[in-house]
Nanobody
Framework: QVQLVESGGGLVQAGGSLRLSCAAS????????MGWYRQAPGKQRELVAS???????TYADSLKGRFTISRDNAKNTVYVEMNSLKVEDTATYYC???????????????WGQGTQVTVSS
């Protein structure tokens, strides 16, 4: 099994910054891609950003320029730096990993428990 543990959420004023981290542990052969999603109350979960093991990134169009995703492959850890935060960025942020547990394993979708980000005006 693969476990994802997020950290770094909290309360911040509009215009501020936060950095979220997500560490994967357990039996891991590969994770590709790894990323972040968010879900605000009453809304569907949406992609924030993802990154492949080779460093190729994908961002939600609305977040380009404010959010930066990065990854430490040796630590199976993904980060997202969130700058110029807005009230509408308030949501629960979830880490996501498409992982194989061993060579030849199928790719499974794993989720963290979520970390709350609240941006106040």
């Amino acid at each position: 099994q693969v476990q994802l543990v997020e950290s770094g959420g909290g309360l911040v004023q509009a215009g501020g910054s936060l950095r979220l981290s997500c560490a994967a542990s357990g039996r891991i052969f590969s994770i590709d891609p790894m990323g972040w999603y968010r879900q605000a109350p009453g809304k569907q979960r949406e992609l924030v950003a993802s990154i492949t093991s080779g460093g190729t990134t994908t961002y939600a169009d609305s977040l380009k320029g404010r959010f930066t995703i990065s990854r430490d492959n040796a630590k199976n850890t993904v980060y997202v730096e969130m700058n110029s935060l807005k009230v509408e960025d308030t949501a629960t942020y979830y880490c996501n990993a498409h992982a194989r547990r061993w060579f030849g394993d199928y790719v499974a979708d794993y989720w963290g428990q979520g970390t709350q980000v609240t941006v106040s005006s």
